[in-house]
């Protein structure tokens, strides 16, 4: 059976720093690319950052380029969202995927909220 579960949500203040992961189990991790989306109220889901599984490979949202980082450690089947300078802008709800040609896997959804 396959899972995705994603902590590290929670309340941030402007300019700090948060760390979302996304635990996963049932897949065989390093075929899959790993995403990170967003919902914010009033806005569709959007792409976040992805990584490839094979070379590494990185895309981000133009709007959180130098800010966030992903990465995946695929001993431990898990995916990473590092999120630095953060915004109130960057408050939303943020979903880990998996996905591969004819497959597709969401986590539960983890609420990050950016305020003072």
């Known amino acids: 059976q396959v899972q995705l579960v994603e902590s590290g949500g929670g309340l941030v203040q402007p300019g700090g720093s948060l760390r979302l992961s996304c635990s996963t189990s049932?897949?065989?991790?390093?075929?899959?690319?790993m995403s990170w989306y967003r919902q914010a109220i009033g806005r569709e889901r959007e792409v976040v950052a992805s990584?490839?599984?094979?070379?590494?490979?990185?895309l981000y949202l133009d709007s959180v380029k130098g800010r966030f980082t992903i990465s995946r450690d695929d001993v431990k089947a898990t995916a990473y969202l590092q999120m630095n300078l953060m915004k109130p802008e960057d408050t939303a709800v943020y979903l880990c995927?998996?996905?591969?040609?004819?497959?597709?896997?969401w986590g539960q959804g983890a609420q990050v909220t950016v305020s003072s």
């Open positions: 049932g897949l065989s991790f390093n075929h899959y690319v």
């Open positions: 995927k998996a996905t591969r040609s004819g497959e597709e896997y």
């Open positions: 990584m490839t599984p094979t070379g590494y490979v990185a």
